[in-house]
T-cell receptor, first 115, second 111 residues
């Protein structure tokens, strides 16, 4: 079945540092890929997405590129802020193309940004 | 901006009791979902719903779970006889153009 693997946390960085959170996946077909963010005490918010190979999703300074050859969708940000502290989830929707596909999530990476 | 809402935000129940978790999806969305997140673990898919019937369900979604869209706006998850291991955060989501939008969740605590 489909699966998502992302780097274990917590990841602790200083403000203005460069961020990379690795995400790799296995899936049949042509999945869409997502990053969701969960701030403390809140629900899941869509951060960015990419629907086909070589697409780059971007939002709020975060970027991720859909790499089919390496089955990866790594999240990057050039300069993190304390307000970026949250749990980040990589996810995919099934490659079968069915509209009702549930998302498959990674375990989440807890990011801590220190001032 | 329209958003998915869920009630209650926190539900405490005794083991063996029935609970109903409620969600109001975004109004023009057609696909609806329930997920759960046990504390410290990843978010897990439970069920998807389209055109007034279940489209897909996971192994977790056994006979003690059911979903319903009783009217044009609400989407509910019922757990018939709660177990301790049902304690989790339950998220509702609705989908448009291939992207799922999540509600804030209901924290269910089973004692």
């Amino acid at each position: 079945g489909d699966s998502v693997t992302q780097m274990e946390g917590p990841v602790t960085l200083s403000e203005e540092a460069f961020l990379t959170i690795n995400c790799t996946y296995t899936a049949t077909g042509y999945p869409s890929l997502f990053w969701y963010v969960q701030y403390p005490g809140e629900g899941l918010q869509l951060l960015l997405k990419a629907t086909k190979a070589d697409d780059k999703g971007s939002n709020k300074g975060f970027e991720a590129t859909y790499r089919k050859e390496t089955t990866s969708f790594h999240l990057e940000k050039g300069s993190v802020q304390v307000s970026d502290s949250a749990v980040y989830f990589c996810a995919l929707s099934g490659g079968s193309g069915g509209g009702a596909d549930g998302l498959t999530f990674g375990k989440g990476t807890h990011l801590i940004i220190q001032p | 901006e329209p958003e998915v809402t869920q009630t209650p935000s926190h539900q405490v129940t005794q083991m063996g009791q029935e609970v109903i978790l409620r969600c109001v999806p975004i109004s023009n969305h057609l696909y609806f979902y329930w997920y759960r997140q046990i504390l410290g673990q990843k978010v897990e898919f439970l069920v998807s719903f389209y055109n007034n019937e279940i489209s897909e369900k996971s192994e977790i979604f056994d006979d003690q779970f059911s979903v319903e869209r009783p009217d044009g706006s609400n989407f509910t998850l019922k757990i018939r006889s709660t177990k301790l291991e049902d304690s989790a955060m339950y998220f509702c989501a609705s989908q448009q153009l291939g992207t799922q939008y999540f509600g804030p969740g209901t924290r269910l605590t089973v004692l």
